[in-house]
Each structure stands twice: as structure tokens, then as C-alpha cells.
């Protein structure tokens, strides 16, 4: 059984950059909930999605967004983007109601 | 609000002796606790889910609602037990997130 990936492992960008990351969820699982670790943090929610909606929201502005595709792998994006959204991105898949699995997460610098 | 709270930022003991990791937590409703672990390098991994009442490499959690508490619980610590510990709360009605704390790091010494 595959666990949850993530690409990239690690990304570079400037301030007003516009990003994408990556999740594929692991086999049997529907859910795809993404997540903001700053250093020293613990993981903050994003937003999740069940069946390709947008299922829920944390307090992150509109240009974080996503999508789910029918294979229920995921994207984040996030536009013009700032300092402070340097952080590690975790993605996390379930099983509808289950417990959530994580990804290894991206590391993102934003200069 | 909904909320958790690890009061500890870093706790060290020695090989052998008991470990207690705490947790309190904030919410209204019927809560949903569990513990995430993080080796150094790894991902976070699952440890506990307090509905399963299992007992995973030695670790025990009890919810106690009257005290609003889910601390993590070991008898004799290993020096493989050492690594970042996270406590969450689930919460349904919002999409089903996870609230995590801040996160303990625990220390065990030969």
C-alpha cells in the first residue's frame, strides 16, 4: 500500500510568486486535507476536500486555494505570495469520518 | 473556542523512567483526541486515537472530560521514544480538521 506523497520536497520562490504543490493521497482514501507547519508550530488547517469540494476552511485568506481531482490526488496554490508563507505545507488523506495520514510535506521559502 | 494546549515545550528524562506528555484541550462538543509522533527526518506518523483505546509501542492516552485532558502516558521510556509529540483534536462540523498544539519534544537520555 502507498502512503501519501508529496512533490516537490522543497521549493524556492520570491515575494508576488505564485505556487503549486502537490499531494496524492494514499490508496482508498477519498479526503485530502492540507495543513500550514511554521517553525516551532504546530500544523495549522488549511482547507479540506472530499470528493473533489471543498469540505471546510481554516482562517487562510482566498489566495491559498485548491483543487481534488477524481483520483483524489490534490493541489495547493497560493498566489502573490508573502514572506510569512514560508513554512512546511503537509497534506494529510482519510477514509470518510477516519483518521487523517500524512505526507512527508514540502518546505517552502519565500524570499 | 476551540483550542489545545501542550504546556511543555521540551521534556527530558533517562532510559527506564515513566513519561508523561500532557494535553488539554478546548470544545464544546464530543471530542475526538489523538497523538501524532515525529521522528527526526520522518513524516508525522499516527501513535493514538483515543476511540481505539489501544496501546501502541508502550503508549497509552485516557480522555478525561471532566479535567479536559488526553495525556500521553508511558511507564519506562526508550531512547527510540525520542521525538516531537503532537496532540490534535478533531473537529467535525468544519470539514473534519485537525487542531493541533504546539508540540512537545521529548528527550530521553541513556
Known amino acids: 500500500e502507498t502512503g501519501v506523497t508529496q512533490s516537490p520536497t522543497h521549493l524556492i520562490k520570491t515575494r508576488g510568486q505564485q505556487v503549486t504543490l502537490r499531494c496524492s493521497s494514499q490508496?482508498?482514501?477519498?479526503?485530502v486535507s492540507w495543513y500550514q507547519q511554521a517553525l516551532g508550530q504546530g500544523p495549522q488547517f488549511i482547507f479540506q476536500?472530499?470528493?473533489?469540494?471543498?469540505?471546510g476552511r481554516g482562517n487562510f485568506p482566498p489566495r491559498f486555494s485548491g483543487l481534488q481531482f477524481p483520483n483524489y490526488s490534490s493541489e495547493l496554490n497560493v498566489n502573490a505570495l508573502e514572506l510569512d508563507d514560508s513554512a512546511l505545507y503537509l497534506c494529510?488523506?482519510?477514509?470518510?469520518?477516519?483518521?487523517?495520514?500524512f505526507g512527508p510535506g514540502t518546505r517552502l521559502t519565500v524570499l | 473556542a476551540q483550542r489545545v494546549t501542550q504546556p511543555e515545550k521540551l521534556l527530558s528524562v533517562f532510559k527506564g523512567a515513566p513519561v508523561e506528555l500532557k494535553c488539554n484541550y478546548s470544545?464544546?462538543?464530543?471530542?475526538?483526541l489523538f497523538w501524532y509522533v515525529q521522528y527526526s527526518r520522518q513524516r508525522l506518523q499516527l501513535l493514538l486515537r483515543?476511540?481505539s483505546r489501544e496501546s501502541i509501542k508502550g503508549f497509552t492516552a485516557d480522555l478525561n472530560k471532566g479535567e479536559t485532558s488526553f495525556h500521553l502516558k508511558k511507564p519506562f521510556a526508550q531512547e527510540e521514544d525520542s521525538a516531537m509529540y503532537y496532540c490534535?483534536?478533531?473537529?467535525?462540523?468544519?470539514?473534519?480538521?485537525?487542531?493541533f498544539g504546539q508540540g512537545t519534544e521529548l528527550s530521553v537520555k541513556p
Open positions: 494529510a488523506s482519510s477514509p470518510s469520518g477516519g483518521s487523517q495520514y
Open positions: 490508496s482508498g482514501h477519498n479526503t
Open positions: 476536500y472530499y470528493r473533489e469540494e471543498e469540505n
Open positions: 470544545y464544546s462538543g464530543s471530542p475526538e
Open positions: 483515543h476511540i
Open positions: 490534535a483534536l478533531h473537529v467535525y462540523n468544519q470539514g473534519g480538521k485537525l487542531i
